[in-house]
């Protein structure tokens, strides 16, 4: 089977358009037409049904296309491992959500790397149907989920059908985290009335893709007037350390960060929501020693700043 037809078509799938995928991969339309029929005719499918409104997969092409870009990404993966000796490279990979407790415990695992030669490690912050989209397609080999208990269902049918093992790291309550000069802090007990004239900063993307961003944050946050979205870690620290008036709902934070940044966290009892934070794998995939060894990290981690 040539390679370059299975790169062609799945550019014409990614477009839905032979002139447009022709143009992007800098060859002539005919040319381009003629290696899609080729591919077809060799495997005795149809890929694509071709109408005036362009290409789009067939069932079988649907098929074709799961494996199309399965075979493609393990051949680029194989190019990268010979590429400058990196096959003798140790890697670890972990896609995770933006939570302190895994930073720290990532920063603890990397100490490890003084003791190996040559490796390389890759930490991906986002959310989760980014990590699920990138463990399948393999850029990272784990990653962990958080989502509230709710959506429980939701995931674990998700996981099940997309052949990812998985393994529960914590389940936890959220609790606030805020400027020891808050007022906030001075409180003997919160209640989400008090939280409401104050500014919430809160990690913008959803973790349901399947609802509207407005449902998702009326089903994950109390409601409050005034609201500051951020993608980074980095940003919400910073607002938080330099505005006593802001405040976030996040997992149990460890100690370290509380220090660094003049922090405190303090509990909502109002608040009974259950999270939880899931490990996922490709369910053909084996654990590493430095997979077992962030593990470790993070289990231990997670009970330091959870106790």
Not at 44 to 60: P, Q, W
Not at 98 to 126: G, H, P, Q, W
Not at 268 to 290: A, V
């Given at each position: 089977?040539?390679?370059?037809?299975?790169?062609?078509?799945?550019?014409?799938?990614?477009?839905?358009?032979?002139?447009?995928?022709?143009?992007?991969?800098?060859?002539?339309?005919?040319?381009?037409?003629?290696?899609?029929?080729?591919?077809?005719?060799?495997?005795?499918?149809?890929?694509?049904?071709?109408?005036?409104?362009?290409?789009?997969?067939?069932?079988?092409?649907?098929?074709?296309?799961?494996?199309?870009?399965?075979?493609?990404?393990?051949?680029?993966?194989?190019?990268?491992?010979?590429?400058?000796?990196?096959?003798?490279?140790?890697?670890?990979?972990?896609?995770?959500?933006?939570?302190?407790?895994?930073?720290?415990?990532?920063?603890?695992?990397s100490k490890k790397v003084s003791e190996i030669d040559s490796a390389e490690l890759f930490y991906k912050e986002t959310n989760s149907m980014r990590t699920i989209r990138n463990v399948?397609?393999?850029?990272?080999?784990?990653?962990?989920?958080?989502?509230?208990?709710?959506?429980?269902?939701?995931?674990?049918?998700?996981?099940?059908?997309?052949?990812?093992?998985?393994?529960?790291?914590?389940?936890?309550?959220?609790?606030?985290?805020?400027?020891?000069?808050?007022?906030?802090?001075?409180?003997?007990?919160?209640?989400?009335?008090?939280?409401?004239?104050?500014?919430?900063?809160?990690?913008?993307?959803?973790y349901v893709p399947s609802l509207p961003l407005s449902e998702v944050k009326k089903e994950e946050l109390p409601e409050v007037e005034k609201r500051i979205f951020v993608f980074e870690?980095?940003?919400?620290f910073d607002l938080l350390a330099e505005n006593p008036d802001t405040f976030m709902w996040v997992s149990p934070v460890p100690k370290v960060y509380l220090e660094r940044y003049g922090?405190?966290?303090?509990?909502?009892?109002?608040?009974?929501?259950?999270?939880?934070?899931?490990?996922?794998?490709?369910?053909?995939?084996?654990?590493?020693?430095?997979?077992?060894?962030?593990?470790?990290?993070?289990?231990?981690?997670?009970?330091?700043?959870?106790?």
């Amino acid at each position: 089977m040539n390679l370059v037809y299975l790169k062609y078509a799945v550019e014409v799938a990614s477009l839905g358009s032979i002139n447009k995928a022709a143009e992007k991969l800098y060859i002539d339309q005919p040319n381009l037409s003629r290696s899609i029929r080729d591919l077809e005719n060799s495997l005795g499918v149809t890929i694509f049904e071709r109408s005036a409104r362009g290409m789009k997969l067939t069932a079988d092409g649907e098929v074709f296309l799961k494996y199309a870009k399965s075979i493609l990404g393990q051949v680029d993966a194989l190019e990268t491992v010979f590429r400058e000796g990196a096959v003798h490279k140790k890697q670890f990979s972990v896609s995770v959500p933006r939570a302190s407790y895994i930073s720290e415990a990532f920063a603890a695992f990397s100490k490890k790397v003084s003791e190996i030669d040559s490796a390389e490690l890759f930490y991906k912050e986002t959310n989760s149907m980014r990590t699920i989209r990138n463990v399948l397609e393999e850029k990272y080999k784990l990653g962990i989920l958080r989502y509230a208990e709710n959506f429980d269902k939701y995931y674990k049918e998700m996981m099940e059908e997309k052949g990812l093992a998985c393994e529960l790291i914590g389940e936890f309550h959220y609790v606030l985290l805020m400027s020891r000069e808050s007022p906030l802090a001075a409180l003997p007990e919160i209640t989400y009335r008090d939280l409401a004239p104050h500014i919430e900063i809160a990690h913008a993307d959803p973790y349901v893709p399947s609802l509207p961003l407005s449902e998702v944050k009326k089903e994950e946050l109390p409601e409050v007037e005034k609201r500051i979205f951020v993608f980074e870690r980095g940003s919400q620290f910073d607002l938080l350390a330099e505005n006593p008036d802001t405040f976030m709902w996040v997992s149990p934070v460890p100690k370290v960060y509380l220090e660094r940044y003049g922090l405190v966290q303090r509990v909502c009892p109002e608040n009974r929501k259950i999270y939880k934070d899931l490990m996922i794998y490709r369910g053909d995939y084996k654990l590493t020693e430095l997979d077992k060894a962030f593990v470790s990290e993070l289990c231990r981690v997670k009970r330091e700043a959870m106790s």
